[in-house]
């Protein structure tokens, strides 16, 4: 029965929306031509009414497996392979290009088991519905229309959108009506339409092509979209069958064409198919083939949570947290055998917390009886793994070792998978499984401590070369089979997204192609015009295929990489150009390749640059290739090097050359762009590369630049700029040559100027004074004059004026002595200049202004250009991208110090201000002489309203430009803040000075003392507190210069912009906006008043050296700015410790260049990056420079507990820190020193680290060492962390092979090492190795004592200690090391084996050799105790070896191994193990009473000198409990001990000279003390009592307001209660428009924690904005909680109570509907210890008074995800909080 058009109609009135736009664009659809329209029951084959669906019987769907869901009839939606009785074979399809896209059969395989089908996907497909198409169609052809036509008018693309909806509808139908009949039976004689798995593409026939070999027949092949060519009828092969009845599997079938009736699917005559395969090809003629219809499975929705047969896995080891892995590619060999790759997850790191995207990781699963079996895998079937790059099967062979091989048949591939929790019988993604070898009874094993090292990595002999970059810097462990099932041996099976598989199945789709190419070039197959369209059109969708939305998408250039495509690339591009006709062919392909490559090398992905660099050398030679190839080399090179800095570096001067020469010969941009990203590296300058091109260039080859000059210096028309591209031979205005509508336009010319300009900026980035000298002086290529010229005159594009902005900047502006004045706070004051008229000399007299002659004439033009552009037109690009220049400009004259007068600066915000407020912008200019229409009004109304919020390449203009000027307003912020500092210096002063007189004090006197109470609520206490309040706010008042409310009505404004940095800049200069005030007060605290003379010096000497260091630090250097760099270094290491004393600490020195930004400078310079294979050759000096670094940040961290703190947070960057290992760990080793804090805050992942970097480096840094052992035991409070003792020897367990390399050696070795024969460092990594060990075992910890006694017998620490050889300082750790682990577990000493140490001959030897170094010490003391008394003050390193010829040294060493070695050894003994026995051991008794009398002599020589407690501690228990247990008499010790207590000098351990310098800083120091005091009380009093009265107003409320030093605190003040109600909109009453406002801030949170997720790493300046967004929405909640009353929660029924908990709710719901979780939550993945404290309570909050919208919310975005940051983030708070309970 068939719909007439009236039936149509009356139809669509009951349709949907979507049904009735598609019946209305199907009007015009001849009926001839109509779609089969969609019912259940009716068919255009049979005409009649089916019966209703039969019942589906419980048979199986293929022979393979049996599932009671499953039938033995054909059902839409069923996955099938077709088997081809007259060639017996599978049809099938293994390419995915558009060219190559015909379908073949196979020839001679076993219907049940074949076996070289290369992937299931490429045989199986899915039996579809007959889908609707025609407004597709409709669709392509507009795109069609719009890529020949070159673009649309604006009705065309109205239509265009009109069409894409309509197409979009009409997909979404047919996937509708796919799920609706999924299913149900099909019958013969109805249509039917076939989608290929491995291409997902629709079988199609085509009317215009031919079979390429019966050419009597039509070609079949597969394409994307749906037409009537792809609608097929199904029919019986044979008559027993007839239309009507069901299909079954196994039915022999034919397939008719709809759209030519009575052709059927043939299968050809046999022939050579490419290069490697031969089989049949599938085509539509009139004689039929028939297929035997084979099931593969049937999906349900149920079943899509279990693995299948051909599913596409990953397997991942749990414990190891790696991934089984394999390289190489099918057709091709395995280039990587099996391994696993480590990936850790780190929740800190969200990107590990997704799944891998590598096709390396990629296996798929095989029922072991056949290939073709799709149906659920049950636990302990027998399966097979395949590898999907090789395309090869795992194996494990008779000698347990792990490989990959081609033969599905063999039985050594079959595995069995075991459930670890079995819940039921089908394996399920992410459940864990064991892996089994059914032929050998092993399991898949992953080796854990051996390295898998990879075949390509293997050789160093080309380290320096492009081909010595390791791309690829995963750790990687070997797999092999074990003949037990390890517990820990569990691996995830992680499904991969059906997305990742097709677009895996693409890529690898496209290398038969490639590899059918590369075989037709070499073999010299010919080439036709036909043929290279194909090709061009294959190639153009693997370009294409690397983008979406235009981005480059890294997992997709990823599998370029991964499948070896480049490679192939690479392959085709050597084959040679062949002569005659085919010759131009070659050339369009090639050209194509290279275009290919440029694709992949977009984006900033570095593996893919560094995999690719091995090809460099290849493509330097195609440069000269015929046909304008080396055009796109180059293009593609420029792409690869960009902002790659490996590859940078290893370009050498011979690079160079061929690049400067090519672009003589040729002048083309593409050349200039090659130098140009060599001169800048991701944001570094390179000034080797930068004077080398100037000079090789700009200097040798004046002919081969375009010149520019003023028309009168040329005799041509004055104050216009002329150009010249032949060296002067002839002039051509510029606005002509650059105006494409001119006669004197040449587009070549035209980039090449551009691009030249582009390449002056980057010769001269980074100040490269010698290009800035050559450029504008030496040959003038670019005065001033001429600059000046271009950027003011009108004649030439705004675009072009933009280009001589940014120069201007670049030549004339940021070069010289200008340096930043506002960018780092000075909040260092010489007290003596502050308040007199010097004030401002000393605080500029740095400030070098370069800019005298020329920044009148900059400041007039500026001043008008703004005034002249408050409005900002969206259509007008070039215009904006001016003033966005400009806006530059302006910045860097502000930054430099050029407008330094407040009254300038008030006359640029007016300008600024207008051009930031886009409400008064247009979308296009008005019309001179009549404005707007009517309808032009309304289109400038709707944008003003909406349309500039909306990203748009106008709107991306216009939001730059906005942004720069923000960048203005954020410095003028800054320097609002320093005048207020200053102000506030001054105030002290006054204060401080009145102080001392009888009269005139000042209302703030009173501040500078700790008597003075801020929150005194007596009558007397709040008139002084309003007193000083109104002097405050005169202060601030005076120096603002901001109207705060119409520029925060700007900023929130800008902050709806849809772009990111739009709305965390706006709501960053807001937060800066409110915070002005209290931001000073918190500088004021950190401020330093210097009042000696030699403070002043030093700062002086600082703010002159650090503009240099801080321009350079981010440099790679040359050799010159190293030794400039070096210098100032070393001066500044100097000021850092007490003259000649490098071990005493300046504390106002170092507070003084703290208050400079040191710090931050220091870690600009250690954050460099550097590669360390090319140390000598290019960063030897940077090795200097990072030592320098190292030991200034050393000297800084020294006893300072806030710089411990403010390094600590940037542990993980400095672990990062390469080339100086040994002065990264001293450096680190300050962090911990005598900080409990900071040792019980280190992350486990530091730790493992540490251990790491240890075992690296080994005798290269033993260092790492003494940095675990201050984390292990806090250095000066002799206090252990018991949970970093267990860390540290978990990992050097783990690790053990490299970590305890020395243990594992002969004793001869050993030996060698320990009498200090071996290669330096080796007995110093011994040393500290066995220290380490010793004090992980303090505390008696059994688990890690007996780890020790596995590691060290206790033989071998006595044949170390009875050593002679061996210095004595060498045998402290030892003896440290055999008492904790053998002789303080008392009650395990039969187990230790100590029991038999207290008759033991080597100790009593031991003993017998201690007694004469004792006394020889003591004889040698005696000749120098004053020496010995300097000697004590520091202990000697635990490696140091005494030359015998220095008694000085011989005295440090043995003294320390008496007091620190053998005196604990002797008190534990005696008091422990001795036990006198004169009959057997006579000899014992003898010399423990010469160790008496050897003691108490030593005592009565040393006692006097000693000062440190520990060392007095040690002599006294040591001398009591040997004399006690000798025959000596007692009254010996009496005496002995009146002696030592009569002289001791505790604490008297500061040397002279810090005492001395303390005296010298008293003044200064109390002054200090003085202002933060008084800094501290004006900061109290002006936020107010910590009352709700006080800090809400409107309330009476007398509860506290916030708890002070809890981690719920809040701001207090009138400033941030102002910024809060920023947030709320006072006209609305409705808390859903009151709080709407809310979403700007969430807003701002998502996309910072988008910034984190993508591994960008946070400022402090967005860390702060983060922690005020976060506080801002606590406090909207939080002061409507503290209006409830105190005891809210016992008076909850009353009415007020409700109402006010209502609306609470209200607010939370509000805040909620802005999906708060999924914007706050990640970040607790974020270290910051404040961004998880505010989160938290924010959260909390939130939940308050169990608001269960919010619940539901967080259980939602629980089970919706696989991060578990929220839970990790509340276990490590408790964690660390546990931890400081248990170590106090």
């Known amino acids: 029965m068939m719909r007439s058009g009236g039936g149509t109609k009356k139809l669509a009135r009951q349709m949907s929306v979507k049904s009735r736009l598609i019946n209305a664009l199907n009007k015009t659809i001849d009926d001839e031509d109509f779609d089969i329209p969609r019912s259940r029951w009716v068919y255009k084959n049979t005409r009649r009414r089916c019966p209703s669906p039969p019942v589906i019987w419980q048979t199986k769907l293929n022979e393979f497996g049996q599932d009671p869901v499953m039938g033995e009839y054909l059902c839409i939606g069923d996955y099938i392979c077709l088997y081809c009785e007259e060639t017996e074979g599978y049809v099938y399809s293994e390419q995915s290009s558009a060219t190559d896209n015909g379908l073949c059969i196979y020839t001679n395989q076993d219907r049940n088991r074949p076996t070289n089908i290369p992937n299931q996907h490429v045989v199986v497909f899915q039996v579809c519905i007959q889908n609707r198409y025609k407004l597709n169609k409709k669709y392509r052809k507009w795109i069609s229309t719009l890529q020949a036509d070159g673009g649309l008018e604006t009705g065309a693309k109205a239509a265009l959108n009109l069409s894409r909806s309509a197409a979009e509808a009409e997909n979404n139908d047919n996937e509708l009506e796919q799920k609706r009949q999924h299913g149900k039976r099909v019958r013969y004689g109805e249509i039917v339409q076939l989608k290929h798995i491995l291409t997902s593409k629709f079988v199609h026939m085509s009317t215009t092509q031919t079979s390429q070999i019966d050419k009597n027949y039509m070609k079949v092949s597969l394409h994307e979209f749906n037409a009537k060519n792809a609608q097929f009828r199904i029919l019986p092969r044979y008559k027993v069958k007839s239309e009507g009845e069901v299909v079954q599997l196994y039915d022999q079938i034919v397939f008719e064409s709809v759209k030519s009736p009575g052709h059927y699917f043939h299968a050809s005559e046999p022939h050579q198919l490419d290069y490697k395969s031969h089989g049949s090809e599938l085509n539509l003629g009139v004689e039929r083939s028939s297929f035997t219809l084979i099931g593969s499975y049937r999906e349900t929705l149920e079943q899509e949570r279990f693995v299948r047969g051909g599913s596409v896995i990953r397997l991942f080891h749990k414990e190891l947290e790696a991934y ?7 057709d091709e060999g395995v280039t990587e055998d099996v391994h696993f790759r480590i990936r850790v997850i780190d929740q800190h790191r969200p990107k590990t917390l997704s799944p891998s995207t590598s096709g390396i990781t990629y296996w798929q699963i095989e029922a072991e009886h056949s290939i073709l079996d799709g149906d659920v895998l049950r636990w302990e079937q027998q399966i097979r793994l395949r590898n999907m790059l090789t395309r090869q099967y795992l194996c494990i062979d008779s000698r347990s070792e792990v490989s990959l091989i081609t033969d599905p048949a063999d039985p050594r591939t079959v595995f069995r998978l075991h459930s670890v929790l079995k819940e039921q019988d089908e394996i399920q993604y992410e459940s864990y499984a064991r892996i089994e070898h059914v032929l050998t009874g092993c399991w898949l094993h992953a080796l854990k401590d051996e390295d898998y090292e990879k075949r390509e990595f293997r050789s160093n002999d080309q380290e320096m070369s492009m081909y010595g970059l390791r791309w690829d810097g995963a750790s990687t462990r070997k797999v092999s089979a074990s003949g037990e099932s390890m517990y820990d041996d569990a691996y995830t099976i992680q499904m991969v997204e059906k997305q990742d598989v097709m677009n895996f199945n693409f890529v690898a789709g496209m290398v038969p192609f490639l590899f059918n190419l590369i075989n037709d070039f070499q073999t010299g197959a010919s080439l036709t015009a036909k043929k290279t369209h194909g090709i061009i059109a294959a190639l153009k969708e693997l370009k294409y295929f690397m983008t979406v939305d235009g981005q480059p998408d890294k997992d997709r250039q990823k599998l370029m990489r991964n499948l070896r495509v480049i490679d192939l690339l690479v392959r085709l591009l050597q084959c040679p150009l062949k002569d005659g006709d085919e010759e131009p062919h070659m050339i369009r392909i090639f050209k194509e390749a290279y275009d290919v490559l440029h694709a992949y090398m977009i984006g900033k992905s570095r593996k893919n640059a560094l995999y690719f660099a091995k090809y460099i050398d290849f493509f330097q030679t195609q440069f000269t290739q015929k046909g304008g190839i080396g055009l796109y080399v180059a293009q593609m090179i420029v792409e690869l090097i960009r902002d790659k800095r490996k590859i940078v570096d290893r370009i050498t001067n011979h690079h160079l050359d061929i690049y400067i020469d090519l672009l003589r010969k040729h002048q083309n941009y593409r050349f200039l762009d090659l130098l140009q990203v060599l001169c800048v590296c991701d944001g570094v300058s390179i000034p080797n590369n930068q004077t080398y091109i100037t000079e090789k260039w700009l200097r040798s080859y004046k002919d081969s630049v375009y010149l520019t000059d003023r028309g009168q210096n040329i005799n041509k028309r004055p104050n216009i700029v002329y150009v010249s591209t032949n060296n002067t031979q002839s002039w051509c205005t510029l606005h002509e040559f650059v105006n494409p509508d001119s ?20 010769l001269t980035y980074g100040r490269n004074d010698f290009a800035i000298h050559v450029i504008t002086r030496e040959f003038g290529y670019l005065t001033w004059e001429d600059a000046f010229l271009c950027i003011t005159s009108d004649l030439l594009p705004d675009s072009i004026r933009a280009k001589y902005c940014e120069l201007i900047i670049g030549l004339f502006v940021d070069v010289g002595n200008n340096y930043s004045v506002l960018d780092n706070p000075n909040i260092c004051f010489v007290y003596e200049y502050v308040g007199s008229k010097d004030s401002e000399r000393e605080q500029s007299q740095f400030v070098v202004k370069d800019l005298v002659t020329i920044f009148p004439v900059l400041r007039d033009w500026l001043a008008e250009f703004l005034n002249s552009n408050c409005v900002m037109t969206a259509s007008d690009i070039g215009h904006n991208l001016l003033i966005e220049q400009v806006l530059r400009l302006l910045q860097h004259l502000v930054k430099f110090g050029y407008y330094s007068d407040i009254d300038d600066v008030r ?37 003003r309203e909406s349309g500039r919020f909306e990203t748009s390449k106008e709107s991306e203009a216009i939001v730059k430009a906005k942004y720069q000027a923000m960048e203005v307003l954020d410095l003028l912020l800054t320097f609002q803040r320093n005048i207020r500092l200053k102000t506030f210096v001054e105030k002290f002063k006054g204060a ?8 005139g004090q000042t209302s703030v006197e009173p501040l500078l003392y700790e008597s003075f109470n801020p929150i005194d609520t007596s009558k007397k206490g709040i008139r002084k507190q309003r007193e000083v309040l109104r002097d405050l706010k005169d202060m601030f008042h005076a120096s603002s210069i901001f109207d705060i409310e119409s520029t925060t009505t700007v900023l929130m404004d800008l902050s709806d912009y849809k772009y990111d940095m739009m709305v965390m800049k706006s709501l960053d200069i807001l937060n800066k906006l409110y915070s002005s005030q209290s931001d000073m007060f918190r500088l004021a605290l950190e401020a330093q008043i210097l009042l000696s003379q030699d403070s002043a010096r030093v700062h002086r000497e600082v703010q002159r050296s650090l503009p240099v260091l801080r321009r350079l630090a981010k440099q790679k250097l040359n050799d010159q700015q190293v030794l400039l760099m070096s210098e100032i270094l070393d001066e500044l290491a100097e000021f850092c410790h007490l003259p000649k004393n490098p071990h005493e600490p300046h504390f106002m020195n170092q507070n003084i260049m703290i208050s400079h930004g040191i710090l931050d400078i220091v870690l600009d310079i250690l954050s460099q990056e550097i590669d360390a294979k090319l140390l000598k050759e290019q960063y030897g000096g940077m090795k200097v420079i990072f030592q320098k670094t190292l030991y200034l940040l050393q000297l800084l961290i020294r006893e300072n507990d806030n710089v411990q703190f403010r390094i600590f947070n940037h542990l993980d960057t400095l672990l990062d820190v390469q080339v100086v290992p040994s002065d990264l760990a001293l450096a680190l080793k300050e962090v911990f020193i005598a900080n409990q804090a900071t040792c019980l805050k280190v992350h486990p992942q530091q730790i493992k680290k540490i251990v790491r970097l240890a075992a690296e480096h080994q005798n290269q840094a033993s260092e790492f060492l003494d940095l675990l052992n201050v984390l292990v035991k806090v250095e000066g409070l002799d206090l252990t962390i018991k949970r970093n003792q267990a860390l540290v020897m978990k990992y050097i367990m783990q690790n053990f092979k490299k970590a305890a390399y020395v243990l594992d050696q002969p004793r001869e070795s050993r030996e060698h090492i320990l009498t200090n024969q071996a290669e330096e460092g080796h ?24 780890l020790c006694q596995t590691i060290l017998p206790v033989e071998e620490i006595l044949w170390v200690i009875n050593h002679q050889d061996i210095d004595c300082n060498i045998k402290r750790p030892f003896i440290k090391f055999m008492m904790w682990v053998y002789m303080k577990p008392a009650e395990n000493l039969i187990e230790s084996g100590a029991a038999d140490l207290q008759h033991h001959k080597q100790i009593w030897d031991f003993i017998g050799t201690v007694i004469g170094e004792i006394n020889q010490l003591s004889e040698s003391v005696k000749g120098m105790s004053d020496r010995t008394t300097d000697l004590l003050k520091m202990s000697p390193s635990k490696s140091a070896v005494a030359v015998s010829s220095d008694t000085s040294s011989l005295i440090h060493s043995g003294i320390y191994y008496i007091l620190e070695g053998v005196m604990p050894f002797l008190e534990v003994f005696y008091t422990s193990f001795f036990s006198p026995d004169k009959d057997l051991y006579p000899d014992e008794i003898f010399h423990t009473d010469s160790l008496a009398t050897a003691l108490v002599a030593f005592s009565d020589v040393v006692g006097s000198m000693l000062t440190n ?52 800083y008293a003044a200064e120091l109390e002054l200090n003390a003085k202002f933060h005091t008084f800094a501290q009380n004006s900061s ?7 009352t709700v009265q006080q800090q809400l107003k409107s309330s009476k409320s007398k509860r506290e307001y916030t708890e002070l030093g809890s981690n719920e605190e809040l701001p207090l003040g009138e400033e941030f209660q102002n910024l809060v109600k920023c947030f709320i909109d006072q006209k609305e009453k409705k808390p859903n428009k009151r709080y709407a406002l809310t979403r700007k801030l969430l807003e701002q949170l998502a996309i910072s924690a988008k910034k984190i997720r993508f591994a960008v790493s946070s400022s402090r300046a967005q860390e702060e904005l983060d922690v ?15 209006k409830l009353p105190d005891d809210w929660t016992s008076s909850a029924v009353d009415a007020k109570v409700k109402k006010q908990l209502a609306h609470i709710k209200e607010i939370q719901t509000s805040i909620n509907a802005h999906d708060v979780v999924n914007k706050v939550l990640p970040h607790l993945a974020r270290r910051s210890d404040a961004i998880a404290r505010e989160v938290l309570a924010f959260v909390s909050i939130m939940l308050f008074n169990a608001n269960r919208e919010v619940q539901q919310s967080l259980l939602d975005y629980f089970f919706s995800t696989r991060e578990e940051v929220f839970f990790m983030a509340v276990r490590d708070r408790m964690q660390v909080s546990t931890n400081s309970i248990k170590e106090k």
């Open 1323 to 1346: 007995l110093a990594y011994f040393a500290h190795l066995v220290d380490l060990l010793a004090t992980c075992a303090e505390g008696e910890n059994k688990f890690i004592e007996s």
């Open 1509 to 1560: 407690p520990a060392h007095m501690k040690c002599l006294v228990t040591s001398v009591t409990s040997v004399v006690t247990s000798s025959s000596t008499p007692k009254s010996l010790l009496v005496t002995v001990l009146e002696k030592f207590t009569s002289e001791m000098k505790v604490g008297d351990t500061k040397s002279a000279v810090r005492k001395g310098n303390m005296e010298y």
């Open 992 to 999: 401080e000075v009145s102080s001392h007189k009888k009269r």
């Open 1580 to 1586: 109290r009093v002006h936020v107010g009592h910590n």
């Open 907 to 943: 006359h640029l915000l007016t300008p600024l201000l207008s051009q930031l407020d886009g409400r008064h912008d247009v979308p296009f200019p008005k019309d001179k002489s009549k404005g707007y229409s009517k309808e032009g009004q309304k289109a400038v109304n709707k944008y």
């Open 324 to 330: 089984l892995v394999a390289e190489g590619l099918f």
């Open 1668 to 1682: 005020k967004c976060l506080q801002i929405l606590r406090t909207l909640i939080h002061n409507e909680e503290r």
């Open 743 to 762: 006669a004197e336009f040449n587009e070549g010319q035209y980039d090449f100027l551009i691009h030249q300009l582009e390449l002056f900026k980057s």
